[in-house]
Each structure stands twice: as C-alpha cells, then as structure tokens.
C-alpha cells in the first residue's frame, strides 16, 4: 500500500492567513493526488484533483501543486467557512488511501 | 445532480456483520464509467477506504478488509451495498458511500455518512 504522510497534524491560524498543508506519498504516484475538505458532521468535499486541478465551486484561494512525492494545499487568506480537516489522497493504484489529515483551528 | 444516501443499522453486536446500503438517485450505478465506493471514518481517525463496486459489477477490497468485506449492487433499486462481518469495536465508524472515478477526480459525490457502533 502507498501511504500518505500529511503535516501538521493541526494547527492554529488566524482569518486571513496564508496556510500550507504538506502531504508526502511513500513512492511515487506522479500527480494523482486529490485534497478533500471535512466540516464537522459533513462529507468530505473534493477541493483539488490531479495534484492542482480546482474543482468547480471551490474558490480559487485553494490551490494546490506537486508530483512524484511531494505534494501542498495553499490557501491564500483564510476564510470562517475553511476551519475543517484536510485531507490527502492518494489515487495512483488502490487501495486508495489517505493522510491521517490536518485539524484547521480559530487562533 | 447525484445523490447518495446510506442506511441501515447504527449498532451492530461484536462478532455479526455489519449491513449497511447506498442509494443512489441522479445516475444509474449501471451505466457510466464509475465506480461506487465505500470509505469510513472512525472516532478520532482518518479515512480509510472500505472497497468498490464498477458498473460492470466487478469488485474490488482493500487487502487490510478484504477476507471480511463484500459488496455488491441491486442495480433493480439503484443501491449498493456493503457487508462486514465478524466486527469488532475497531469497525465502529461513520462509514461513507461515494462515488469514485477511478483516478484523477477522486471522490466527487457522497453521501451524509452513517454511524455504526459495534457494542453489546
């Protein structure tokens, strides 16, 4: 199985913030990485596909790059409505998987 | 628009086995070229994914699941389903069903999540 290392774990900001959110495939998987976002007691939301694909709805103070290993989810300015979990995913060849996920928290 | 929605029981007795279904309105699970997963979220843990179901019918498990999962469609209904046998109080989850393109684009529609608690 591929696994997927997210960092941090959680983290404190402040609206307005500029946010990286890392997360690192244990081999290579080119750009097949999605990023979700999960609101407590909601489905996750699929924000970026193929590494740095936006999806449509999302705003474009998401943004995401990487390939082979290494992958970021940016967010420019954080927003109320972003403070949720985040999540990577690996889908390169199953078992799909995922990061473990980053807490967003109000500072 | 695609809509999915999950039900069945939210306690299950350890060493049972866990049946949950998927509805699926807005698209036939038979046609297309998707997929149709299952994933959960257990208490203060990530998501894990449970396996799929192909519109063809084929199948497919994650390995670390795979000798107590079965999924399969009753494409009559539209629905998917999931089964899991012999729980344990590790299966206690918000088990999600989603629909998967297999790749680039991820998991693009879910549904609410249901708990399940395996407890005597």
């Known amino acids: 199985d591929i696994q997927m290392t997210q960092s941090p774990p959680s983290l404190s900001a402040s609206v307005g913030d500029r946010l990286t959110i890392t997360c690192r495939a244990s081999q290579s998987i080119s750009t097949f990485l999605n990023w979700y976002q999960q609101r407590p007691g909601k489905a996750p939301r699929v924000l970026i596909s193929?590494?740095?694909s936006l999806q449509s709805g999302v705003p474009s103070r998401f943004s995401g790059s990487g390939s082979g290993t290494d992958f970021t989810l940016t967010i420019s300015s954080l927003q109320p409505e972003d403070f949720a979990t985040y999540y990577c995913?690996?889908?390169?060849?199953?078992?799909?998987?995922f990061g473990q996920g980053t807490n967003v928290e109000i500072k | 628009q695609v809509q999915l929605q999950e039900s069945g029981p939210g306690l299950v007795k350890p060493s049972q086995t866990l049946s949950l279904t998927c509805t699926v309105s807005?698209?036939?699970?038979?046609?297309?070229?998707?997929?149709w997963s299952w994933i959960r979220r257990p208490a203060g843990k990530g998501l894990e994914w449970i396996g799929r179901?192909?519109?063809?019918?084929?199948?497919d498990y994650n390995p670390s699941l795979k000798s107590r999962v079965t999924i399969s469609e009753d494409t009559s209904k539209n629905q998917f389903s999931l089964k899991l046998s012999s729980v344990t109080a590790a299966d206690t989850a918000v088990y999600y069903c989603a629909r998967d393109l297999g790749g680039y684009g991820g998991f693009d529609y879910w549904g609410q999540g249901t708990l399940v608690t395996v407890s005597s």
């Open positions: 179901l192909y519109s063809s019918g084929s199948t």
């Open positions: 193929a590494s740095s």
């Open positions: 995913q690996q889908a390169y060849s199953t078992p799909w998987t």
């Open positions: 807005g698209g036939s699970i038979s046609s297309g070229s998707y997929y």
